[in-house]
């Protein structure tokens, strides 16, 4: 089975911390990604990553930044995390290889970040 | 933009199935159709994703219209544990995919 791990299921931060939010997923997939999601938006996908120090930005990557450093390890940083950053962050990993859309995404349990 | 458009909720009785319908009228030819669901307090899971002909697996079937612009997710025999948001995603542009508000699922026992 695919595992994805997330570092945190509940995380509570003051404004203006820096913030590490950390995924691990252990099936060897070259994407990974990251969202958010908020009552009535949906998820919105903030960035994603289709190999190792590969990077894109996704709708909404205006205050986030992303490291991948390994393969397995995918980390979201706010850089100063302010309060309309409070959110259920979803981390997610899939094949590749392809075309991006033919393959199954796998989703983390999500890390619900309050800041304060 | 490949947007997609579901209705905000839906209800089923137990045991009957389920048509969850998504609209996609701006598809392009090379976009996949995928759904996903996602229960309470979960990350959402894959459920099924197709191209141009229907598609059948454990958890459900997708039926695709002819001109893609369409598609039809059916849960055969619903249950309370398929109470969920259902989402129908398309890539959008380049490798984004856009998953929208999705379809509430109400199963009624």
Known sequence: DVKVTQSSRYLVKRTGEKVFLECVQDMD?????????????GLRLIYFSYDVKMKEKGD?????????????????????ASTNQTSMYLCASSLGGGPIDSYEQYFGPGTR???? | ?????????????????????CNH??????????????????GPEYVIHGLTSNVN?????????????????????????????YY?????????????TGTSLTVIP
């Not at chain 1, 909404?60 to 706010?78: M, Q």
């Open chain 1, 29 to 41: 997939h070259e994407n990974m990604f990251w969202y958010r999601q908020d009552p009535g938006l």
């Open chain 1, 60 to 80: 909404i990557p205006e205050g986030y930044s992303v490291s991948r450093e390994k393969k397995e390890r995918f980390s979201l940083i706010l850089e100063s």
């Open chain 1, 113 to 116: 970040l309050t800041v304060t």
């Open chain 2, 1 to 21: 933009d490949a947007k997609t458009t579901q209705p905000n909720s839906m209800e089923s009785n137990e045991e009957e199935p389920v048509h969850l319908p």
């Open chain 2, 25 to 42: 009228s701006t598809i392009s030819g090379t976009d996949y159709i995928h759904w996903y669901r996602q229960l309470p307090s979960q």
């Open chain 2, 57 to 85: 697996n454990r958890m459900a079937s997708l039926a695709i219209a002819e001109d893609r612009k369409s598609s039809t997710l059916i849960l055969h025999r619903a249950t309370l544990r398929d109470a969920a948001v």
């Open chain 2, 88 to 100: 129908c995603i398309l890539r959008r542009t380049g490798n984004q995919f856009y998953f929208g």
